[in-house]
């Protein structure tokens, strides 16, 4: 670089500097910066003859001015002059303020590149790196139409300094990055590769990065690189720190272009010439050998650099994937860093063994190593690391541990992270049914499934239980009996009764030999689960009353009575209303021999591939295509379950077929959504088709009729699931309407809805859907919301606010992540995270106010979040003693609240005990003498207090009434739960 003469100080800058550093105030400074603007304004406008040291003074001066965060209107012209300038100081500060100032659209541009075109040619290296440096920065598409031409032809030059080569690859990286079009192909391409024997290793390095880019758009342009690639690499490789003194980082000979050489490789298959293999074999073992040496510094530079080499060269090792021996010792040592103290090591090392996993080399000996990876899984603090180990155990999964590592995720999954759930059920469905050789086991498995991990399973996971289940005649009884079993639970998710309603409808005559599984028990217990379902779970439960009533003609009486029930026959719900009539009608009319043809077994599904691994590559494709390698690698793996051909991304998804029948009666087809009502459908893209009941179609969507809020925005995925009209606003049977274009959802309504489920459609009209999807524990709580736009116009200045009102501020801490857009195209869904923090127990809930215009109308709609106290509550066991001691100490008046009431819903046990549960209490069985009342404990968890809580409900059948006692520490809490609790009976 040129050396500044003296004088070149620009004494006027440092007293600017000097003074604006000085001030005392903002007023102050900006006093300061005004005067100088005018003054400089004044020189530029009046002094025709401001030489050219002066123009670089003021010029500074605007450039301090504008990075002390003031825009600067003028002096752009008196900077492009200075380009001109011979003066190396004076043309750098035109270059700086150019840089930094002039926007790609300005009108000066075309005056810039002229002058950049003049340097470009210039006989002085400096200049011409200033003009490189400038085009870098700038970048702009005009630019690089302009000057890409002219920049090959300083690269492939024989008259221009390594510094100049340097920078004009770089540049002509980065126009390539702007504008991949604008570089022009030719006989530069075959000449730039030679710069890789070029002898000062910083070409070496720019041009490597340069051919790495463009040979990933046009390999064939630049193969000859490879040869030159590996003989620069061996080289590097096999040279001792001491050689390449200058480009050693803490005793690693040049790390980065040894990185970015072992990168341009992976772009090319294999070398078939037999010397050059043997050359990068050579290269791969030295650093392997390497890695086994005493580390030569103990700081972490040294140790990162020589990691950063190991690690690509494995990755290279892994993308050949033809040297058993490499790949073998390359898991090794991935295997020692499994344990390593470093995070970052960890994580890599994981990352890279999930590929070793594809491989019919290495697959065995990473499987050495599952020990190590399911100790991870339980001790790791990183989240992400524990997703890689979870990534690794399904990569390294075949037929000899497929039951270990299986057990071993459902034992994790437990306690898993809320972000990896959803992806781990995927992945353990997929497992469960590649490697299941006992069909009992697959069944098992995914019975547990749903019971661990309920909200995560999606549809096509349950779909494909039953289509498995109804192909194999051997699994059916066993099926129908575990799944009786677990529809017992106290708690049961709404995934199993779709399970359990759909195979004990077909199947549940295999069991019904058993007095404790007799046709009434099942039916009992089924529709014990009835009222808390979801309206598309209703429907699939009512397709099994009429398949029991082909069954168990014994008990047709009471199936007819529940059909008959107004609650059915007058539900707001179209489709229940629909299959009610039509179902009592065909049990009405229709003869046992007619029922029997109609309402007789599902015939097999056809044959096809599992769409599960479909939607694991839709929310993951870089991992789940390890699963594509696998089959094409591997011929040994054991078939899946329906001995499907190869997994393949386009593989045809199962569908369910609709059997045509000789003598069909009416059947209850599902209402016909518009586009509009199918804004989370699954209409869009393929999908598994839901099963069905003789010409009787379960409603799809069920229980995931939200996108999940821990999963990657839909937006990025384009995945969407279903959500039926108005699917979940009859959950309670209260009807709710639909609102106008602005409207309120009140207190009580959200807690009718919402009060023992913790998703939904929160609000709904002929413009927008709301969905909500929550989840609590101890004091904290989180929300994803999803907007809706059920219109084909956009909605404008979208804006939705969380606020507290009265004393909620000081109650609870809310705090709502701002949505990345303010407009919502029509037929599209936005999600919004919130998170909630009890601090003391509150009446009210948080209002969620959404403003936006629709066709130039503002819209407002207000609304009532889902958050209540019962969800800070957390159950508490107890024995009778401790129960009737704490009772009896809560005595002090407003302590104790009584309610006697008529029931709104029809008493039954099960139901009542369900809804307590979801409540958040915990019953304490054969506390009270008389069995059928219900007696519960819990606490409510805030930061400042813990409220405890003793509950005694007393069912009267014979009257249809309840006596509700409430006992807590506090008089608001107890009234409070009280009002939440009568909405629930």
Known sequence: MPTVAKGDGMRGLAVFISDIRNCKSKEAEQKR???????????????????????????????????????????????????????????????????????????????????????????????????????????????????????????????????????????????????????????????????????????????????????????????????????????????????LQDYTYYFVPAPWLSVKLLRLLQVYPPPEDPAARGRLNECLETILNKAQEPPKSKKVQHSNAKNAVLFEAINLIIHHDTEPNLLVRACNQLGQFLQHRETNLRYLALESMCLLASSEFSHEAVKKHMDTVITALKTERDVSVRQRAVDLLYGMCDKSNAEEIVAEMLAYLETADYSIREEMVLKVAILAEKYAVDYTWYVDTILNLIRI????????????????????????????????????????????????????????????????????????????????????????????????????????????????????????????????????????????????????????????????????????????????????????????????????????????????????????????????????????????????????????????????????????????????????DNFFNLPTGDSGPSGDVSTDEVDGRFAIKNNGVLFENDLLQIGVKAEYKGNLGRLGLFYGNKTSYPFQFFTPTVSCPGDLSSAMNVQA????????????????????????????????????????????????????????????????????????????????????????FPIEGDTSRTKLLGFGFGLLDGVDPNPDNFVGAGIIKAQSSQVGCLLRLEPNMQAQMYRLTLRTSKESVTKRLADILLKLF
């Open 33 to 243: 910066i005004n005067k100088e603007l005018a003054n400089i304004r004044s020189k530029f406008k009046g002094d025709k003859t401001l030489d050219g040291y002066n123009k670089k003074k003021y010029v500074c001066k605007l450039l301090f001015i504008f990075l002390l965060g003031h825009d600067i209107d003028f002096g752009h012209m008196e900077a492009v002059n200075l380009l001109s300038s011979n003066k190396y100081t004076e043309k750098q500060i035109g270059y700086l303020f150019i840089s930094v100032l002039v926007n790609t659209n300005s009108d000066l541009i075309r005056l810039i590149i002229q002058s950049i075109k003049n340097d470009l040619m210039s006989r002085n290296p400096v200049h011409i790196c200033l003009a490189l440096q400038c085009i870098a920065n700038i970048g702009s598409k005009e630019m690089a139409e302009a000057l890409a031409p002219e920049i090959p032809k300083l690269i492939v030059s024989g008259e221009i300094i390594d510094t100049v080569k340097q920078s004009a690859c770089l540049c002509l990286l980065r126009l390539f990055r702007t504008s991949p079009d604008t570089v022009p192909p030719g006989e530069w391409t075959q000449r730039v590769v030679h710069l890789l024997n070029d002898q000062h290793l910083g070409v070496v390095t720019a041009a490597t990065s340069l051919i790495h880019t463009l040979a990933q758009k046009t390999p064939e342009d630049f193969k000859q690189c490879v040869s030159l690639a590996i003989s620069r690499l061996s080289r590097i490789v096999t040279s001792s720190y001491t050689d």
């Open 453 to 728: 991990a309920g909200d995560y399973v999606s549809d096509e996971v349950w779909f494909r239980v039953i289509q498995i289940v109804i192909n194999r005649d051997d699994v059916q009884g066993y099926a129908a009996k575990v799944v009786f079993e677990a529809l017992q639970a106290p708690a049961c998710h709404e995934n199993m009764v779709k399970v359990g309603g759909y195979i004990l409808g077909e199947f549940g005559n295999l069991i019904a030999g058993d007095q404790r599984s007799s046709p009434m028990v099942q039916f009992q217990l089924l529709h014990s689960k009835y009222h808390l379902c979801s309206a598309p779970t209703r429907g699939l439960l009512l397709s099994t009353y009429i398949k029991f009533i082909n069954l168990f003609p014994e008990i047709k009486g009471q199936l007819q009575d529940v059909l008959r029930n107004n609650n059915n026959l007058q539900n707001a719900d179209a489709e229940l209303q629909q299959r009610a009539i039509e179902y009592l009608q065909l049990s009405t009319v229709a003869s046992q021999d007619v029922l029997a043809t109609v309402l007789e077994e599902m015939p097999p599904f056809p044959e096809r591939e599992s769409s599960i691994l479909a939607k694991l590559k839709k929310k993951k494709p870089n991992v789940s295509d390890i699963e594509v390698v696998k089959e094409g690698k591997k011929s040994s793996n054991p078939p899946t379950l329906n001995n499907s051909a190869a997994n393949t991304p386009d593989a045809t998804p199962v569908s369910a077929p609709v059997p045509v029948m000789a003598a069909a009666p009416v059947a209850a087809p599902a209402p016909v959504q518009s586009a509009s009502d199918d804004l989370l459908g699954l209409s869009a893209g393929p999908a598994v088709s839901a099963p069905v009941t003789n010409n009787i179609a379960a409603p799809a969507g069920g229980g995931g009729l939200l996108v999940d809020v821990f999963d990657t925005p839909a937006a990025q995925n384009n995945v969407s699931t279903s959500l039926a009209p108005q699917a979940e």
């Open 817 to 904: 992540k701002p949505l990345d857009v303010n407009t919502v195209e029509g037929g599209a869904q936005v999600q919004q995270m919130i998170n909630v923090e009890c601090i003391s127990d509150f009446l009210e809930a948080p209002i969620l106010s959404i403003k936006f215009s629709y066709s130039g109308s503002m819209q407002q709609i207000n609304l009532m979040l889902p958050v209540m106290l019962n969800k800070f509550f957390e159950p508490v066991e107890m024995d009778a003693t401790t129960f009737f001691s704490r009772w009896k100490q809560l005595n002090s008046p407003g302590q104790e609240e009584q309610k006697i009431f008529k029931a709104s």
